[in-house]
């Protein structure tokens, strides 16, 4: 289980696979200077409710990983993660799919 820390304040949890794929949007995001949205669903635990935080070049932000081995990387969730993270809602987390290609697509039968 991993954690964003946003603003030294700030602390969620994420695995550590989404947590990487994140890392790969969010850090595209604010290489090109973007600011923008970033949403997901709370774990029951914490209420089953819903956090969205703004999240801007200025603002520091740090991933910590606590697994030793860099997940392999789904291209297709990066850019489903992208797609989102270009709306005007912001990113929001989407589940995993597929990878073209996979075991199970179907998309090729």
């Not at 709370?42 to 935080?53: A, K, Q, Y």
């Not at 606590?66 to 797609?83: D, H, S, T």
């Not at 589940?95 to 290609?101: A, K, M, S, Y």
């Amino acid at each position: 289980m991993g954690k964003i820390v946003y603003d030294s304040t700030f602390t969620v949890d994420f695995e550590d696979r989404v947590l990487a794929h994140l890392q790969l949007v969010i850090g595209a995001k604010l290489r090109r200077g973007e600011a923008f949205f970033f949403s997901w669903k709370d774990d029951p635990s914490n209420g089953d409710g819903r956090t969205v935080i703004w999240v801007h070049p200025h603002i520091p932000l740090t991933f910590k990983f606590y697994g030793g081995r860099q997940p392999a990387v789904n291209r297709a969730w990066v850019e489903a993660l992208m797609l989102t993270a270009n709306s005007p809602q912001g990113l929001q987390l989407v589940g995993e799919p597929d990878e073209p290609g996979a075991p199970g697509d179907h998309l090729h039968d």
